[in-house]
Structure formats: C-alpha cells, structure tokens
C-alpha cells in the first residue's frame, strides 16, 4: 500500500527528488485522468500532485480530487498542472503549495497555457520553456534594472504570441527584433546566464519538503 505517491515530471527530475529529500514515496509520471482517484483506491495517504498531462492526453479530472480527499488522503499540489488545480479545489481542502500556486489563487495566472510545455515522453526532460517560468524571470529582470518596464512587456507579448511547444527564451527574443532595443536583449540574455530561476522546480521542491512534513507528524 503506497503512504505517499508523488506525481512528477518535467518540473523536477526524480534523481534530483531524491537528492534533495529522502522521501519514501512512489514515484510516478506526469497524472493523467484517473491516477489521482487510482491512487486514493490504493490507499494513499498522501497525494502530491506536480506535474500531469494537459493536451496530449485528459487531464486530472477535479471529481477525482474530491474523492480522494473524501476517502481521507491528504492532496498537495504545486508548480504545473498540481499549482492549477490547487487554485481552483483548495475550498475542498486540497493543500497548495508556492509562487505558482499563489499566482494562480490571486488571478495574477489564469491560464492553463502558462505552465504548460513539452516533454520527452522517456526521460521527461522538457523541450520547452513553460511561460510563467519566463514571465516571472523577466519580472526580475525588470525588478534589477536589467530591463525596462515596456520592453518586459514587449518581450512577454512575444513569449505568449508563440504557440507553447516552441516557446523558448531565444525566440522570445528573436521575436522580439524591432520592438526591444537590441542592447536590452542583449542585457537580459546575459542575466539568464547568471541568474536565470526555474520556478516550476523550485515550488517542486518545496511542495516534496511539505510532503515530507506531513509524512513525519
């Protein structure tokens, strides 16, 4: 009988899962419609939701959720499709946990498209930049003066223009040929060298140290 089953992908390797934490848990691909109520039948007590299918497949049903936590099990979620529906099924006392989540809570992020983004269907290692983790870190840039306000919001227009399994910095960039002083391209290219952040793996991690918590209480 699985204590906890995390759902994870592309935001966070289960290599670096491990590393950062020794959580007992079963590990398992990205959720797809069904494996959260699956999961409840199995007897889970603990059910971390952080990364799950959007397009290609059917997506965590919000019925499912609400059955599991009926049947009692504790339903975190975080950083993509766990962040989503943690928003929208915190009511019925899924528990979400960091930046994204919060976005998505506060209306600040509305749609799916924002962490949605490609993956290897092997190795889960994404082939695409997901749009909040290049909003927020264009937001930072703006914040360090590294760019100006109005070409953030040139440079996030572009981003959004382009259709989600194409999106990366470099073609935000390129898109962005005439509309953004080639100066402050170049400047906030050189930032995401130095100091670019993956915000989907660092509310990954955060939501796997939660799990753990209530695992230990």
Not at 79 to 90: K, V
Not at 132 to 152: D, T
């Amino acid at each position: 009988m699985p204590e906890v089953v995390v759902f994870l992908g592309p935001s966070l390797s289960q290599v670096k899962a491990e590393e950062a934490f020794s959580l007992q848990a079963d590990w398992r691909p990205p959720a797809r419609r069904g494996d959260i109520y699956r999961a409840a039948r199995e007897g889970a007590k603990i059910i971390l939701l952080i990364d799950g299918v959007f397009f290609q497949d059917s997506s965590v049903a919000h019925k499912e959720v609400i059955y599991a936590l009926e049947a009692g099990a504790r339903v975190l979620g975080a950083s993509s499709m766990g962040a989503l529906r943690a928003s929208e099924l915190d009511v019925y006392g899924m528990e979400g946990v960091g930046l994204i989540y919060q976005a998505y809570k506060s209306g600040r992020l509305v749609s799916d498209d924002e962490v949605a983004l490609t993956f290897d269907p092997f190795t889960y290692e994404p082939r695409s930049e997901p749009l909040v983790n290049i909003r927020f870190n264009l937001e930072e840039a703006w914040q360090r003066g590294v760019i100006s306000k109005a070409s953030r919001d040139r440079l996030l227009h572009c981003a959004q223009a382009l259709y989600f399994p194409e999106r990366s910095y470099e073609r935000m960039m390129e898109g962005a040929a005439g509309l953004v002083a080639e100066e402050e391209v170049e400047r906030f290219r050189e930032f995401l060298a130095h100091n670019q952040r993956d915000f989907k793996m660092e509310d990954a991690l955060e939501a796997l140290k939660r799990a753990k918590e209530i695992a230990e209480e």
